[in-house]
């Protein structure tokens, strides 16, 4: 053994120069940083320098790096893991280097993130973490290498469990230790609190910041009388009669022409609901305000191809609505596209002179019910996010109850449960709408879609789901009425 490493240098040191070649080797290695490495911290900089989305930019990057399956998945697990615990990490740098890490440079602070990940949040070894986070650190900012070495160092010498009672002792308030330990902002937390509260499971909240911290599954749909039977390509989700995962979902999806998807439970649970509220008369007329990119309009137009429904689509974003032309393309029926304002909705303009017979309202909404998919999201926005768009939600809700024929059915849907974007909005709609809405009794018509009793908490008007109870994003379900 010991042969084997004095090896080289006997032999370097024989040759003219050779002991000088041996330090450069010796440097070289030292200098190494894996390519899985490399892809995860390009990522955690351009979301910090260009607001990136790490869903949209990792696989790109994963594949001009050419990284294998193996790598790809450290890389992958590398940059959402960091980045979805940024506030967490940030605590403990900021401990272990003695310094707010505002005072420190973004990218040796991207480079420590990424370290303090590794020691606490993976089972990289405590040596290929330090020596790789210093080898990035000389590559990207030379003269922080013995900084990022002390400061990694001092954050492996503890377990994460004694930083994460070190950062809570440390907090301000109940609340603060909570978005610390969990790596949540305090509105969020607070907000997330306040919808679990109107359930009465306030006692859940540690679970629901713990579930949006997890990488969630790959779930897939099969379009209706379009695709197989999901029990017999997979395992039959809990709840969507048309969902299932699958050993290889990407490769099935690719197989399938479009009749198998990617699409969260929840959000197969929100367009059935509408579906399947009641039997389709054929000729109904249906409508999808908010579209893009187009997972519920697939699942919406399989459901009126069977029924004998028509279905036409709106979108604000033009390349949006290009998604959800191409979502439609395996449904054998023309669903026309529309952009435009959906708050400038003029159904004749669709071929609805008498108004629509069911309308999907999936609003555009802060995304609180989704943070697990997109790791960096919860950084980025802020309670004014939430008024602006409770503003939007109440405008689109008016533009579709009103693009309704009479007893025609609309779902109010988000994929955020801040009540700011549920309840109050659908509360101060339905004033607005009086005598003329009926809220249906929603619960009822999830439990009877769903493949097995759903635990739902709260009034049975609408139907609110949760990533830690049921897996799915937290989609919000209302369906009204029209008289
Ligand atoms: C929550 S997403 C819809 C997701 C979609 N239902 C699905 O399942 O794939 C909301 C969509 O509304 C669009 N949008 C935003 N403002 C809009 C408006 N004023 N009118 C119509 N669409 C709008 C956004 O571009 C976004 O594509």
Redesign the pocket.
């Known amino acids: 053994m010991s042969g084997e490493r004095n090896g080289p240098h006997r032999r370097d040191a024989r040759r003219p120069g050779g002991a000088r070649r041996g330090g450069a080797e010796t440097r070289a290695r030292q200098d190494r940083v894996s390519a899985a490495r490399t892809v995860a911290y390009d990522v955690l900089t351009a979301v910090r320098e260009s607001d990136a989305y790490a869903n949209l930019l990792l696989p790109a990057r994963i594949e001009r790096a050419r990284l294998s399956p193996a790598d790809a998945g450290l890389a992958t697990e590398l940059a959402y893991g960091t980045l979805r615990l940024l506030g967490r990490y940030d605590a403990i740098i900021a401990r272990a280097s003695g310094r707010p890490v505002e005072a420190i440079d973004p990218p040796v602070l991207d480079v420590l993130r990424l370290g303090a990940h590794q020691l606490l949040g993976t089972r990289v070894p405590t040596h290929a973490a330090v020596n790789e986070q210093v080898a990035l650190a000389r590559r990207v900012a030379p003269a922080a290498a013995g900084f990022v070495n002390a400061v990694l160092r001092a954050v492996s010498r503890r377990e994460l469990a004694d930083w994460l009672d070190e950062i809570a002792a440390g907090a301000g308030s109940p609340d603060e230790a909570l978005a610390l330990v969990h790596a949540h902002p305090v509105w969020i937390v607070r907000a997330l609190r306040s919808a679990l509260e109107r359930e009465g499971r306030g006692d859940e909240l540690a679970a629901l910041l713990e579930a949006d911290n997890a990488s969630p599954r790959v779930n897939l749909v099969a379009l209706p009388s379009l695709a197989p039977d999901p029990g017999t390509l997979g395992d039959a989700d809990a709840y969507s009669p048309t969902g299932f995962t699958a050993e290889d979902p990407i490769g099935l999806v690719g197989r399938m022409d479009g009749r198998v998807r990617v ?1 969260d439970e929840g ?1 197969q649970l929100a ?1 059935l609901a509408l579906s399947r509220v009641l039997p389709v008369r054929p000729g109904e007329r249906w409508l ?10 697939a699942l919406l137009a399989a459901e009126a191809l069977e029924g004998g429904a028509q279905l036409v689509a ?4 033009p390349a ?1 609505a290009d ?2 032309r191409r ?1 439609v393309a395996p449904v054998p029926m023309e669903v026309p596209v529309h952009v ?4 400038d909705l003029d159904p004749a303009a669709m071929d609805a002179e008498g108004g629509f017979d069911r309308i ?1 309202l ?4 802060t ?1 609180l019910g989704a943070l697990r998919r997109r790791p960096e999201s919860r950084w980025r926005k802020s309670p004014s996010d939430v008024a602006e768009l409770a503003r ?1 939600q109440g ?2 809700a008016d533009a579709a109850f009103a693009a309704l024929a009479p007893g025609g059915v609309l779902a109010y ?3 955020s449960p801040h009540t700011a974007e549920t309840h109050a909005v659908l509360g101060r709609a339905l004033e607005r709408w009086g005598d003329a809405a009926e809220v249906l009794d929603t619960a009822s018509v999830v439990q009877r879609v769903a493949r097995h009793p759903l635990d739902l908490a709260g009034d049975d008007r609408t139907v609110q789901l949760w990533p830690h109870r049921h897996g799915t994003d937290a989609m919000f379900i209302a369906l009204v009425r029209k008289g």
């Open positions: 699409q959000s367009a999808d305000l908010c579209s893009g990119p187009g997972g519920k309009t709106n979108e604000a974003v949006r998604l959800v979502a435009g304002d959906g708050r999907l999936d609003a555009p909404c995304g939007l405008e689109l849907v988000t994929c």
